[in-house]
């Protein structure tokens, strides 16, 4: 063919008719090889027989026999100065003569044709054709529709190529063995790129850590982990049409939002007409458990499309959607879904059945399993008349959805009714020191909120088998703290202020609590009011409380009324002396407002067997009584306001008659005689005998009793620091009130 320095070629296909020229053009003294450049257009024009049918071979056909078979391009030399132009164009108004064009044929790694479309696509290795051409410019026009163009530049319907032997044969990348490796994982990369077809890169990964790609991609609620192995293929990469594909990847432990979905292989390709990354997948866990996914990622629109089909998939995956009010999500599904979307905007769609599913509520500390569908639409997640199960097998029935702008910024609303015996709240001091307990019930709850609040509701009445503790906290240094104290009356009280105890666990979200349950009588509710000295009620009863708080401010409120009707007060006095007092049936706490304002009205017995000659040796004597050893009843009554109650004794004689009960309490005729004798009772099983009744050697019975027990205390104290230790200290009262005590 013509050689020679510069040429353009042209081509134009409008109202199905083609024209095409070739313009090569040089200086007249320049040599081509072993001509002139002159000499080399003269040659071509005498001695080139195909131009226009690229498919026909010369054969013995002579010069004037394929003149008359196939039309040539008509030539004309165009001379200026010293520079020589060669141009040759023909025109064809027959379609099947366009495919036996030499040039077009020369030029294109693909050019079709019809009545709508154009394709001209892949610039062939030119310079293996004109090895001695510089560059050649390629114009193409046309009114047709051009599909497919790897041109440099295009404007009005009009194609360009500027192609010379530099930028052309720049167009080709060697790699030899690139390695990236960390610890075991790595990536080798061998091979060449090119327009070539034969040109290969070859990727070789062993290992490689899933986690920090997604990581990097940022792809909302999107996150694949996993150790991947395999080969991943690319050629024709400096083309329009680049082939890339993987035949086998190797996914070990392949997760979704962290939840395990198995070992998967996965196969993929690069679909270059919808510059998408085509992914088939199938994931087996175990023999019984699968998900198969078909989809893929485009690219250029930043959008991913992958339907799932699944059998016992891990269910863990729904975690990130439920973290406003649940960590602990567990639990296998079956079904379809489609996870679509822009990287940012992703969606869910589809149908799924909850094989198992197990959830904890964070603030209750409750976990509920159950098996039933779970339907997935845009922006929503919802469930029907899901029957719950607590971990006794106890049950209720839920409702509810999840909204979700794209999977973010998620709202919930869940309705629970038909609660059977539901344990409710389930919780320990570790968790809550302030309130905790196991709760039973029956009723209805209502849980809604979004990213940051959770709003629980509840109407309920308690179920057998509940307990729960209820501790009055201060914020200062707890072991400063009684609930009762003894102390000399000319001492000044001081006023002990109780607040909420501030927790000092951040919890993710506040809690807004609003609970009105119907306590019932086989329910336990105990009320700490010393933690450290051991204060507190322990009763069984019956009544309606409404209670209101907020995790955010800590702010508590309590309403309504608890009547007692069995129970126990743990009585302590200066950590020597404890009693368990029996709570009278008909004992109350009414709440209005700040539950340390609650309003007590509380009397409890603590029962012993005593003799009234000890009061007063005259009892020995009563014509009224059979015996002086008789049962007699410490009472103990509590009322006011929590925060500072007033605390009364008394001595009951249940036995007894009128006449003997009015001499007793003649003698106990004040209260400090009064708190002698509860002090005496509670110590020593034995009434004080007053100093006017001239004895005082019974009375330092009490200091003994007292100087034994510190003396066991301290020393069992001092025990723990070295065994050379003993402490043996001894008391003496003669008031037996430890007013004039010696030690």
Sequence with gaps: FLTGCDAEYNLTYKNDIMTESLIVSGNELEEIGEISFKDSINDFINNNYLLVNYNVQPGNLTKEEVQKQFPFYNSKILKEDNNYKLKLDYTYDKKSEINNSAIINVMYNKFNYNNEYITANGIKNIYNYYPYLDKITITFKTDKTVLKSNCDEEKDKTYYWYVNRENYQNKKIKVNDINVWRTNQHVKINGQASENSQDTIKLDLENINLNYI????????????????????????????????????????????????GDAVI???????????????????????????????????????????????????????????STDVEGRASGNALLYGTFKDINLKGDVFADTICMRVDYTNTYYSGSDSVHFRPNLIYINDFKLHDKYGNTAMLNGYVTHNYLRDAGFNFKITKVNNLLCYDTNPTINPDWYGTIFGNGSCDISGEPGIVSIKVAMSTAPNSEFTFVLNDKQNVSDYKFLTFSDKSKTSKDNKLSLTENNLIAPSIFDLELKVTVTNDALMTLVMDPIGGDRIKAYGEGG??????????????????????????????????????????SSVKFDGNPFNANLDITALYRVNTNLSDLDKSFSTDKDLNRTNVPVDAVLMVKGKLQSPEITFDVELPTLTQDVVRKVKSIISTEDMMNR???????????????????????????????????????NILGELSSNWSFSPYFRTDKGDFSDVEV
């Design 545 to 586: 409380i409404q209670i209101g708080y907020n995790s955010s401010s800590e702010s508590m409120s309590m309403g309504g009324s608890y009547t007692i009707d069995r129970g126990e007060y743990n009585f302590t006095l200066q950590d020597i002396i404890i009693k368990e007092f029996k709570i009278k049936n008909g």
């Design 267 to 325: 196969k993929s390709r690069w679909v270059n007409d919808e510059k998408k990354v085509e992914i088939l997948a199938d994931i087996r866990d175990g023999d019984s458990a699968y998900a198969k996914l078909n989809g893929g990622i485009w690219v250029t629109k930043d959008s991913l499309s992958m339907d799932f089909e699944t059998k016992k998939v891990n269910i863990k995956f729904l975690q990130p959607f439920m973290s406003a009010f």
């Design 677 to 715: 004798q509860i002090i005496y009772l509670l110590a020593l099983n034995r009434f004080y005998t007053p100093e006017y009744m001239g004895s005082t050697s019974n009375n330092n019975e009490l200091a003994s009793a007292a100087s034994s027990t510190i003396s066991s205390q301290l020393s």
């Design 214 to 261: 997604f990581e990097t991609l940022k792809i909302n609620h999107v996150t694949f982990g996993g150790t991947a192995t395999g080969k991943f293929y690319a050629t024709n990469l400096f083309t329009r049409e680049p082939i890339a594909f993987t035949p086998a990847l190797n996914v070990k432990s392949l997760s979704y939002n962290d939840a395990l979905l």
